[in-house]
């Protein structure tokens, strides 16, 4: 039985390099196919949600891959919302809960250094952030192998496997062609 589809994309880390130069035109592609269709929430320490769009039309400009159709770039600008805050502090992740409002199975991806994605997950669930959520994780998945285990054990004590996606091993090749 197929999974049921995310009501809302949470990007932690949405105004750092990673989202920067992949993460957003990514969503950009995504509404060019008309395969967005959800709340985009951007969680990051600072900024402002105009910075936040100006950064996304700066983004788009240099990673898009060609000539950025305005209207889809409007679209997408208009799914956007911010929660600024600490990811240590569990207020952030309270006044995210807020900002999802009646999202139920959302997708937090972590594009954030390994070093915070027990953090992450940790105060998602002490919020309550993390019931019927999924969660997307980049590599590398911590220095060595004994941290690599510890990261999986935290992101185990939280999520389901099938909740868990590592970037390269949960995309087959048939989704990067879609």
Known sequence: MPAE???????????GDLA?????????HLARRGRLDVPVVGVA???????LRQRVVESLAQNAGGTVDSQLREALLSRLS????????LDTFRRLRDELGEARRPL???AIPPSLFATVV?????????????????????RDLAS??????ALGRVFRESDLC????CLGKEAVQN
């Open 166 to 169: 590592r970037i390269d091993h």
């Open 122 to 142: 940790e105060a998602l669930e002490a919020s309550g952030g993390a019931a019927g959520a999924r969660v997307v994780v980049e590599k590398p998945l911590g």
């Open 82 to 89: 911010l929660v600024e805050g600490d990811y240590r502090e």
């Open 20 to 28: 920067f130069k992949k993460v957003i035109p990514a969503l950009y």
């Open 108 to 110: 937090h991806y972590l």
């Open 45 to 51: 320490r600072d900024g402002s949600l105009d910075a």
């Open 5 to 15: 589809p995310s009501d809302a994309l949470v990007i932690f880390g949405i105004t």
């Open 148 to 153: 690599a285990r510890s990261l999986n054990a």
